[in-house]
């Protein structure tokens, strides 16, 4: 109780050399020292004491009755089984698929790809209507100002045309005649 | 090993077994290492039911991952990170952990502690007692790391060399560690000595 007041330590340089020597670690050429020191180190060797008195009784481990044990090991190897049962539901749903998944599995991918394909050619078809659906009507009438300017084209070559046609029955009478 | 009986297997063997979907095997290792799995937990969480779950999910994760062990550590090595990183994440979790007395266990087998006190005197179990506590705080109130060394160490006999496998660190941190819990626990326990 009279250390309680002047906590004494131990040399400095040894004091971790005297833990790890306590538990039995440490080098032989390290323990060698730490065992010649504390021949002539009252502090050391109190301190050495003082470990020997103290951690042992921290390190006994709980004494718990043999019933709690196997009552554990029962649990756990259940859970164990639990979860070993769950793996190979997975593994049991899977390998007697593995001969035939692959081709199965292409097959089914390529008729969804092409089931798609037809899909999404049809909604870019409506799309593409609907799309002619939603022209301003403003573009609309531009547009079909373009087709009468087209006729008025037609209207403009009827001369030529005209003189076409008239050389060529002039011919016809030529030949007639 | 087909003469071999399971439980004489080693680690090493029990592990290949799993690993090649014998999976039974791995019951023996929970047998072998259920008290030591148990113990850590405790110490860790002070609480037997948190150390039961927390040591129980160790083995759990422990077989789920079966496959990934390459066999560069021990089993145990492997193991006890595992562990000791499940504890440390619940310490984290919880922040501060409810201090479970180890004599309460102690209780519940009312002839085990009428069998232990009628071997000392009531001073002295008193004594104990406080000193336990007192421990019990100091570890406690410890970094998570110095904690990890002191119980790996002095709980469960580890070598250093395994201790800084587990805590992924040198040997020498480990020492270091090491000598700062024993010096913290030794000057909280001196009134006691």
Known sequence: ?177 | MDDQKPQELRDEELVALCQQGQGEYFDILVRKYMEKAFHIAFNFTRDKEEAKDLSQDAFLRAFSRIKQFDGRSTFYTWFYRLVVNLCLDYTRRKGRVRWQSLDAIVEENPERAELADSRRAPEQLAMAGEAKHRAESTLKSMPDKQRTAFLLRNHQGLPIADIAKVMKTTEATVRVYLHRAVAALRQSLLEFV
């Open chain 1, 1 to 177: 109780m009279e250390r309680k007041q002047t906590l004494e330590t131990a040399c400095r340089d040894f004091e971790e050399d005297l833990v790890l020597y306590y538990y039995g670690d440490g080098s032989e050429g390290e323990r060698g020292r730490v065992e010649v020191h504390i021949r002539t180190c009252a502090r050391c060797q109190r301190f050495l004491d003082d470990l020997r008195r103290l951690l042992p009784q921290m390190a006994q481990p709980e004494s718990l009755p043999q019933s709690f044990w196997d009552g554990y090991y029962r649990e756990t190897v259940a859970k164990l089984a639990a979860q070993r049962e769950r793996s190979s539901w997975w593994r049991n749903l899977l390998t007697p698929m593995r001969a035939w998944a692959v081709p199965v599995f292409a097959s089914a991918a390529v008729a969804v790809l092409a089931v798609g394909l037809l899909i999404g050619k049809g909604g870019w078809n409506a799309q593409s209507v609907g799309r002619r659906g939603n022209i301003p009507q403003e573009i609309l009438t531009d547009a079909s100002q373009l087709e009468f300017f087209s006729s008025m084209d037609v209207i403009e070559l009827l001369p030529t045309l005209e003189a076409l046609d008239g050389g060529k029955t002039e011919s016809s009478a030529g030949r007639n005649g």
